[in-house]
């Protein structure tokens, strides 16, 4: 019995890895099939057999004990979506007859909570905390700057090389960055950080390519850039948000504050769906009653006018 239970998750594991091995060559970035190894072998370690043996229910017990051991009900989303693509591809290579994962569905969730963000005013404290005397300051503030000024993404940031990166002594720098998905796209550098980016990079006199190199003088992994952020923010003053993410929800709020255009911020976040930058829209809400408060109640026609126009279509 005991061998046989072995022997089952080792079969298990071996079909784990191979989608793993398949989720890598399409392009996912390290970081998600990370979060599917996790999901997954939560989910192996909690079936009672085989994958070959698992029924439906099986699954849907196994996320109704997390649900009542109080797991969040996005954590479980991400887990049941894990198990959707594990087993359609199980199924689709022909190592299970029917895939019972088929009709699991997702738990209902309430309206997405805001993503926290700073103020314009901590923006600027932040920004002007790092020392431009010292090359680690100067290091600190294009880190900073090009977090706010852009929206990377922490894995982003830490990935790129100096040959990504455009910086004109004027106008408007560039720099390309691969996404999730392997998806590349070009973002537009702004003045400020690209002075910083230079700056700093004037201080540079390795041959290394990373763009930005920790104390060590390696390329910058995301938990450091997760450290030297949360350091700059307690100095800021903020002590209820943390890491490099709060700047990338800070430029989306800030830009669609700006100028309201969801189709060209979605483009520079690099998000594949237009529906998760939406997100940041119900932000702004009395930004935009604002913008429309002192328009005429009627748009300088006569009502009956509108009517007409109204029934004439």
């Given at each position: 019995m005991a061998r046989r239970q072995g022997q089952d998750r080792q079969s298990n594991e071996r079909e784990m890895e191979e989608f793993l091995g398949a989720l890598a060559l399409e392009g996912r970035s390290v970081y998600s099939v990370r979060a599917y190894r996790r999901d997954l072998e939560a989910l192996l370690a909690a079936l009672p057999g085989p994958l070959d043996e698992v029924r439906p229910a099986d699954l849907r017990e196994n996320f109704r004990r997390q649900q009542e051991a109080g797991r969040s009900p996005s954590s479980i989303n991400r887990a049941i979506g894990a198990a959707r693509s594990f087993c359609r591809?199980?199924?689709?290579?022909?190592?299970?007859?029917?895939?019972?994962?088929?009709?699991?569905?997702?738990?209902?969730?309430?309206?997405?909570?805001?993503?926290?963000?700073?103020?314009?005013?901590?923006?600027e404290r932040l920004l002007a905390l790092p020392p431009t005397d010292t090359p680690?300051?100067?290091?600190?503030?294009?880190?900073?700057?090009?977090?706010?000024?852009?929206?990377?993404?922490?894995?982003?940031?830490?990935?790129l090389s100096r040959e990504d990166v455009r910086l004109p002594a004027e106008g408007w720098g560039a720099l390309q960055v691969v996404g999730k998905g392997r998806r590349l796209r070009r973002l537009p550098i702004n003045r400020p950080a690209a002075d910083a980016l230079l700056a700093y990079l004037t201080d540079r006199d390795d041959d290394e390519a990373a763009l930005f190199l920790n104390r060590s003088a390696g390329r910058f992994s995301v938990r450091g850039v997760a450290l030297l952020v949360n350091r700059y923010l307690r100095r800021a003053?903020?002590?209820?948000?943390?890491?490099?993410?709060?700047?990338?929800?800070?430029?989306?709020?800030?830009?669609?504050?700006?100028?309201?255009?969801?189709?060209?911020?979605?483009?520079?976040?690099?998000?594949?769906?237009?529906?998760?930058?939406?997100?940041y829209t119900h932000l702004e809400v009395e930004d935009l009653q604002a913008q429309?408060?002192?328009?005429?109640?009627?748009?300088?026609?006569?009502?009956?006018?509108?009517?007409?126009?109204?029934t004439s279509h």
């Open positions: 591809f199980l199924f689709e290579e022909g190592r299970l007859e029917t895939n019972p994962a088929q009709a699991l569905r997702s738990i209902r969730l309430g309206p997405p909570l805001a993503p926290k963000h700073l103020s314009v005013a901590e923006v680690t300051g100067r290091r600190d503030r294009a880190l900073l700057m090009l977090l706010y000024n852009t929206g990377l993404r922490v894995g982003e940031l830490c990935a003053g903020v002590t209820d948000r943390s890491g490099p993410h709060v700047l990338r929800h800070t430029f989306a709020t800030h830009t669609l504050r700006a100028r309201p255009n969801l189709r060209a911020v979605q483009e520079l976040l690099g998000h594949a769906w237009v529906t998760t930058t939406q997100r429309v408060a002192d328009m005429p109640a009627n748009g300088g026609l006569q009502l009956g006018g509108v009517r007409r126009a109204i």
